[in-house]
């Protein structure tokens, strides 16, 4: 970290302001430059609260030059975190595939569609309960009827389930929910991120829609510091001026998350297109970029979904999503389990 500071500045000042950081166990070294003096601090400084800094009177300016967090730093921890769902793991070279309709609708819906995804392969089934929607006059899921709904799909087929949270009080009602999704509504909110680092199960984090790398990594922060290792970082998409897609699939996050930080990142290609016909291709371009997994929305009646029915894929068309990403992950040495 770097602190500008006013060239005349009292020397009992910067003593105060040197006093401080040391407290917390940084070094500091003073340069004095023709306009500025320039306040060098050597350290782990994740810690330090810049706000407070720039609010001395003396000081210009803050800069900070390395990242504000440290558990899911790849720096400090270069080891892949590998996730593992049952038998299956996302991360450190595994790929897996998520997949399942926007909402939990029936049970015979849920059921028949996670007999046949389980056919086709994939990693775990997804489907949401209580459902964040922009509009209260929307569907907004079965909410616990939704999760055991889930939860008997997961006993016919064995597939582990995947679903969203959105209020802490929720939890009880997915004791036998695998992994937990917070959803991109409610990366930031801190509260949840707490709660749910209390379980053991894995967290699977979405970006927010207008959150920057470092908020997410932050998010993600948050959930590790709170003693829960096991986070899924999931790229949904963001929001751009461009209204042609439902939002924009920032695929250059895949590779600069992956250098950053040692957490898995899947991307989710239905909510970043929000129309079937792009799914592929997105999906397609996630696994030659690097990300470890996908999440994908499937419906085998589009037309009748109550939730994000255009951009749903049937179970064919997932199907043959699944056997071109597996034809192209030997590019980035992954293999789908
Ligand atoms: C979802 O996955 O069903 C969902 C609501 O996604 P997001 O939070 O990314 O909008
Ligand atoms: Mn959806």
Same mark, same amino acid.
């Given at each position: 970290?770097?602190? @500008? %500071?006013? /060239? ?6 910067? &003593?105060?302001? #040197?006093?401080?950081?040391? *407290?917390?166990? =940084? ?121 055991? @709904? %889930?939860? /008997? ?6 597939? &582990?389930?995947? #679903?969203?949270?959105?209020? *802490?009080?929720? =939890? ?121 997994? @996908? ?43």
């Amino acid at each position: 970290m770097i602190i @500008l %500071l006013k /060239k005349n500045t009292d020397d009992k000042k910067i &003593k105060y302001l #040197t006093g401080k950081l040391s *407290a917390l166990r =940084l070094t500091t070294k003073l340069t004095e430059g023709e306009n500025l003096n320039v306040l060098s601090v050597i350290g782990d400084t994740y810690g330090v609260d810049e706000e407070s800094i720039k609010a001395l009177d003396f000081v210009v300016g803050v800069k900070r030059v390395s990242e504000p967090f440290r558990l899911v730093s790849r720096k400090r921890n270069p080891k892949d975190v590998v996730i593992e769902i049952g038998d299956k793991k996302i991360g450190g070279g595994y790929f897996g595939v998520i997949a399942g309709p926007c909402s939990v609708e029936s049970e015979s819906q849920i059921i028949s569609l996670a007999e046949k995804l389980s056919k086709i392969g994939v990693t775990a089934l997804r489907g949401g309960a209580f459902k964040p929607r922009t509009s209260p006059y929307s569907f907004q899921g079965l909410g616990e009827v939704g999760v055991q @709904l %889930l939860v /008997k799909a997961k006993k016919e087929t064995g597939l &582990k389930i995947v #679903t969203e949270i959105t209020d *802490a009080r929720q =939890l009880d009602l997915f004791t036998d929910v695998d992994v937990l999704q917070v959803g991109a509504r409610n990366m930031q909110n801190f509260e949840l991120l707490k709660e749910v680092a209390k379980t053991n199960k894995p967290i699977l984090l979405k970006r927010g829609l207008s959150s920057t790398v470092e908020e997410w990594l932050l998010a993600a922060e948050y959930v590790v510091s709170s003693g829960n290792k096991n986070v899924i970082l999931c790229e949904r998409g963001i929001k751009s001026f461009d209204s042609s897609s439902r939002a924009s699939l920032d695929i250059t996050s895949i590779p600069t998350v992956k250098e950053l930080s040692n957490l898995p990142v899947i991307v989710d290609p239905s909510h970043a297109s929000g129309n079937a016909k792009t799914v592929k291709p997105l999906a397609l371009s996630a696994a030659a970029v690097g990300a470890d997994g @996908l999440m994908i929305e499937v419906h085998d009646e589009p037309s009748l979904a109550l939730s994000d029915g255009a951009q749903a894929v049937t179970t064919k068309e997932l199907s043959d999503i699944y056997k071109n990403v597996k034809k192209i992950l030997p590019i980035t040495g992954k293999t789908i389990n």
